[in-house]
């Protein structure tokens, strides 16, 4: 499998550039493994914010709000009963939950290999000679995203993210930024554009080559 090749400029070239076949041309029987490292990477980034209080911890409720017996209602000891309004919440999130998904690690290759599998069937991966800005302002940055002439979320993938790159992608919404060893399925599957350095290509090989 070949992708489109670009220049560091960002300008279209002739040539195109050759594919790993055991990366981005993997067999592909269902999608349920690619769907799992999808939600786990999601579940991975949960903040468990989710708080209630139980009984005990709602403030108030320290006499009862009517006498035991003579009122014609229910007996009760606290207005922070569960079943009052206002009361204490049961089985609530406690804050302690546990919403990590684990895969290991062979799994979590062969799972990116697929994703960048129907990546490439789609057309979206793309090779550029080098990734590189001699600021660190988004101008730049601008520049080169327009030469590409792609729309959408566009995914770079780089050996190694330099300062310039970070600092200048900051202010564009349209741009994400990947090293190929933090690469994950979520960011493959939301890019619309893939564009990935030769050198990162190389370390993509070495990461994702050998299971």
Same mark, same amino acid.
């Given at each position: ?33 690619? &769907? ?5 990477? !999601? ?5 468990? =914010? *989710? $708080?209630?209080?139980?009984?005990? +911890? /709602? ?74 800005? &001699? ?5 730049? !940055? ?5 030469? =590409? *002439? $792609?729309?959408?979320?566009?995914? +770079? /993938? ?54």
């Amino acid at each position: 499998m070949n992708a489109q090749t670009y220049s560091s400029a960002g300008v279209k070239t002739s040539s195109s550039t050759s594919l790993a076949k055991d990366i981005f041309a993997v067999e592909i029987k269902n999608h349920e493994l690619v &769907k799992s490292a999808y939600n786990g990477y !999601l579940a991975n980034g949960r903040v468990n =914010l *989710a $708080v209630t209080k139980t009984r005990g +911890l /709602v403030r108030g409720g320290g006499r009862k709000p009517w006498r035991q017996k003579g009122t014609g209602n229910a007996r009760f000891g606290s207005i922070r009963n569960p079943i009052w309004r206002g009361g204490g919440i049961v089985f609530g999130p406690t804050g302690n939950e546990n919403y990590t998904k684990k895969l290991n690690v062979k799994a979590k290759k062969l799972a990116l290999k697929q994703a960048l599998t129907i990546a490439a069937n789609d057309s979206k991966v793309k090779v550029i000679e080098d990734i590189k800005l &001699k600021t660190h302002k988004t101008s730049e !940055l601008k520049k080169l995203v327009t030469k =590409l *002439a $792609v729309e959408g979320l566009i995914l +770079l /993938v780089v050996d190694k993210i330099s300062k310039e790159l970070s600092l200048a992608s900051n202010n564009m919404p349209n741009i994400m930024l990947s090293q190929t060893s933090s690469l994950n399925v979520y960011d493959v599957l939301n890019a619309d554009n893939i564009f990935i350095s030769k050198s990162a290509l190389k370390e993509l090989d070495i990461r994702l080559g050998a299971q």
